[in-house]
């Protein structure tokens, strides 16, 4: 069983930075797809970044140039920086890997931006 978890969420004012991390408790980032959604009360969950097996980034639009997600494999993490950020960026951000037939998400962690 792996287990993924989101940590570095809270407020910030707009135009302000803040990082997301997700830890696993195994090494499983490597060489797999890696992906952070976010999803509003009421709304669909949506793929805000994500970096596949060759290490190949795609971003939202809304966040393009904005936003970049990486991995640290050693680390067994995965993190989003977001700067410039937005009012509309507020939502509960979750981190996901793909391993073969696997699914793995974390809890979620909460990005309010709000002056």
């Known amino acids: 069983q792996v287990q993924l978890v989101e940590s570095g969420g809270g407020l910030v004012q707009p135009g302000g930075s803040l990082r997301l991390s997700c830890a696993a408790s195994?090494?499983?980032?490597?060489?797999?797809?890696v992906g952070w959604y976010r999803q509003v009360l009421g709304k669909e969950r949506e793929l805000v970044a994500y970096i596949t097996s060759t290490d190949t980034t795609n971003y939202l639009d809304s966040v393009k140039g904005r936003f970049t997600i990486s991995r640290d494999n050693a680390k067994k993490t995965t993190y989003l920086q977001m700067d410039s950020l937005k009012p509309e960026d507020t939502s509960v951000y979750y981190c996901h890997a793909a391993v073969g037939p696997y699914t793995y998400w974390g809890p979620g962690t909460q990005l309010t931006v709000s002056s």
């Open positions: 195994r090494s499983i980032f490597r060489g797999n797809f």
